[in-house]
Nanobody
Framework: VQLQASGGGLVQAGGSLRLSCAAS????????MGWFRQAPGKEREFVAA????????YYADSVKGRFTISRDNAKNTVSLQMNSLKPEDTAVYYC???????????????WGLGTLVTVSS
């Protein structure tokens, strides 16, 4: 499956952005999805995940209550709504897919190119 993330940009602290990840090549509903991010000079970290069919979600503590992951199996997309953004949310955001639910593990089989989110103070 091929993944393409979009929606990144520059936003002021307290603002919102919505990231999207378009999937192609396979049956999207067969894949669990995740969002990860990598800030400058830091290791990549888990942000959010959503299961294949039930849509069960899981979040990193750092984004819980501010970010929402969702999926539209008819449109082959997974989204990440980011509200109340903070400068520490600045990072390249990546979407990932796997036939099995991986949660916060970085063992997803498929990764897209990232989209940059910059939050100014």
């Amino acid at each position: 499956v091929q993944l393409q993330a979009s929606g990144g940009g520059l936003v002021q602290a307290g603002g919102s952005l919505r990231l999207s990840c378009a999937a192609s090549g396979r049956t999207f509903s067969n894949y669990a999805m995740g969002w990860f991010r990598q800030a400058p000079g830091k290791e990549r970290e888990f942000v959010a995940a959503i299961s294949r069919r039930t849509g069960t979600t899981y979040y990193a503590d750092s984004v819980k209550g501010r970010f929402t992951i969702s999926r539209d199996n008819a449109k082959n997309t997974v989204s990440l709504q980011m509200n109340s953004l903070k400068p520490e949310d600045t990072a390249v955001y990546y979407c990932a897919a796997d036939e099995y639910y991986r949660g916060s593990s970085e063992t997803y089989a498929y990764w897209g190119l990232g989209t940059l989110v910059t939050v100014s103070s």
